[in-house]
């Protein structure tokens, strides 16, 4: 499977496929992590990869009308998953030491599925800016998903430039779309841009005005 379905006609081509693919990866990889540090078994490490790299493909596959969506119609999803959970399995007591690298997967798994996400959303012919908000939920879901299984508040409700990073993802690819950018470099860049906010997030606190503090610093 290496086309993107939808209403009968083929969008997405190989780059695109493999950047999904990429993105489900590294999410998968925070997915197991996180069911590591919840004390689940192997078929609960792959279970939980499984979702947390895929829930927000499914979801964006299915509000865009590319059915049945890429995750249960290519098994590279499934494989891709299964061997991010065994990875995490195996080597988790290296990966639960340098923590940050786990941000570091999720940061890149947000970036991946912001930029293929609006891409594919713009395939399916949605306006640019609601395709780069389509972008941001593909981007988000399946963190969202990840923190709910393992009984966790969802990082995109606490964590500093989460979604702000995934939307500014959507809005470059979207961006470069009107301005008639070759796809494979506005994803990039959005790509870029978007780890690169959140890497600034993690490692230098950045974050947007919060109501409390904006309102006792008055």
């Avoid at 972008?135 to 990082?155: F, K």
């Amino acid at each position: 499977m290496n086309q993107l379905l939808i209403h009968g006609k083929h969008f997405a081509g190989p780059f695109l496929i493999a950047l999904d693919l990429l993105g489900t990866f590294v999410f998968a990889l925070s997915g197991a992590a996180a069911g590591v540090k919840s004390k689940l078994d192997l078929f609960g490490l792959m279970v939980l990869a499984f979702a947390t790299g895929n829930a927000g493909g499914i979801t964006r596959d299915l509000l865009i009308g590319a059915v049945p969506p890429a995750a249960l119609q290519d098994w590279n999803y499934l494989g891709v998953c299964i061997l991010a959970a065994l990875i995490t399995f195996w080597w988790y007591p290296h990966i639960d030491t340098h923590r940050k690298l786990v941000l570091l997967f999720d940061a890149v798994g947000l970036a991946l599925f912001a930029v293929t996400g609006t891409q594919k959303a713009l395939a399916a012919a949605l306006n640019p800016v609601m395709a780069a908000v389509m972008g941001m939920l593909t981007g988000v879901g399946g963190g969202i998903l990840r923190d709910i299984l393992v009984n966790e508040t969802p990082t995109i409700l606490y964590a500093d430039l989460y979604a702000v990073a995934a939307l500014a993802a959507g809005a470059v690819v979207a961006a470069g779309h009107l301005l008639q950018v070759p796809s494979s470099a506005a994803m990039i860049i959005g790509s870029v841009l978007c780890c690169g906010l959140r890497v600034m997030a993690i490692f230098r606190g950045w974050h947007l005005p919060v109501a409390g503090k904006l309102k006792s610093s008055s």
